[in-house]
């Protein structure tokens, strides 16, 4: 069989089928080519540069991309296996296994990669309650190209998660006086958390990047015990700095404002410590939240330590990872949990050009 890129001329009326058949053409003279290479020892173009027998059967009319046969020609990984660019030094040693996105862009919430993510919390132990506690959420990392210079990409990140509470200490009461006979107790519940969705408008810098945005909690808890019934508005920041090699540092917090009289002012920061460990395995701080409500004085800070790997499997890259928490009895006050453990999945994709 032969087909050459003058065959598909005919059908250019449908770019879709012209693209198609080109493609058709471009893998058989990839075949042939590669044939030949081997049988006179030559190789059949430079890494990184089309050949030149593929530039010219495009007849003057541009494919949308090269993506397509450049596969054809690069060996596995080569051109990739350095992760995405902009995260200091992480595409030397923190690049995924096989290609694609880095895990030190994985591990920053700044880095403009799609992510959508799965991720559970199982707490055996809570302080000032009884039996344990889950937490399921889905989160979805989107970034947006502006129009700015200043702020070149918005970042967002939506969460909305899935509780099972622990039984509360304590309990509600209903009989007169100091009776606690008709007393109803604090089981544990179950449902929808609130929505949290959170942003940043982000700034590059030759040493990293910081940024700020906009945010908010939506009441979509299906049950009082889960959340807090309010809207709020959530301001949000982040600094991060990877201009040492193999770490990324840094920090992101946000601010909770109740906009009616049900809600409560909190604040929440997440250490960012994350060392890269090469072939796309990391190690680090967690990704979970100290929290820190102004209005009740309660407050958790627990401590975590993440393994994680961004991983290639079936041409799909993936961020898995696994976190210890535990809270001394000196770093909270009011419920918290004690110790867990946290599993999550995240499926990566670059972000749209």
């Not at 890494?47 to 007849?59: H, R, Y």
């Not at 350095?82 to 030190?104: L, P, V």
């Not at 344990?132 to 967002?156: C, D, G, H, M």
């Not at 006979?181 to 179950?190: R, V």
């Given at each position: ?191 929808l958390g ?9 700034h590059p ?134 110790w867990g ?13």
């Amino acid at each position: 069989m032969h087909l050459a890129a003058e065959d598909c001329q005919d059908i250019g009326v449908s770019e879709m089928l012209r693209i198609e058949c080109h493609k058709l053409a471009i893998s058989l003279a990839a075949i042939v080519c590669v044939s030949s290479g081997i049988a006179s020892g030559q190789t059949c173009s430079q890494p990184g540069q089309p050949p030149a027998v593929f530039e010219q059967a495009s007849w003057g009319k541009p494919l949308p991309s090269h993506s397509y046969y450049e596969s054809l020609w690069l060996p596995e990984g080569e051109g990739q296996e350095n992760g995405s660019q902009g995260s200091g030094s992480a595409g030397e040693s923190g690049g995924s296994s096989g290609g694609g996105a880095s895990a030190a862009d994985a591990t920053n919430p700044t880095a403009a990669i799609k992510v959508f993510q799965v991720q559970n919390s199982f707490v055996p132990n809570t302080y000032e309650a009884s039996g344990y506690s889950n937490v399921f959420s889905l989160q979805a990392v989107l970034p947006f190209k502006t129009r700015s210079e200043f702020f070149p990409t918005w970042i967002t990140r939506t969460t909305l998660p899935v509780i099972s509470t622990a039984d509360p200490d304590g309990s509600i009461p209903i009989g007169p006086g100091n009776d606690t006979d008709f007393d109803i107790p604090l089981f544990s519940q179950a449902g929808l958390g609130d929505l949290v969705f959170i942003s940043l408008f982000n700034h590059p810098t030759d040493w990293g990047s910081w940024g700020i945005g906009p945010g908010f909690v939506a009441p979509s808890a299906t049950r009082a015990e889960l959340g807090e019934q309010s809207w709020k508005f959530t301001p949000t920041f982040a600094v991060i700095n990877t201009s040492k090699k193999d770490w990324t540092l840094g920090i992101l917090g946000m601010y909770n404002f109740p906009l009616d009289a049900r809600g409560s002012r909190s604040f929440q920061i997440q250490p960012l410590i994350v060392k890269q460990l090469g072939k796309g395995w990391y190690t680090g701080w967690g990704d979970d939240l100290w929290s820190f409500n102004s209005e009740s004085g309660n407050f958790a800070m627990p401590l975590q330590l993440r393994l994680g790997r961004v991983k290639k499997i079936r041409d799909k890259n993936y961020n898995i990872a696994v976190t210890g928490i535990y809270t001394p009895e000196d770093l909270h006050r009011g419920p918290a949990p004690e110790w867990g453990i946290k599993f999550s999945i995240g499926r990566l994709l670059p972000a749209s050009k």
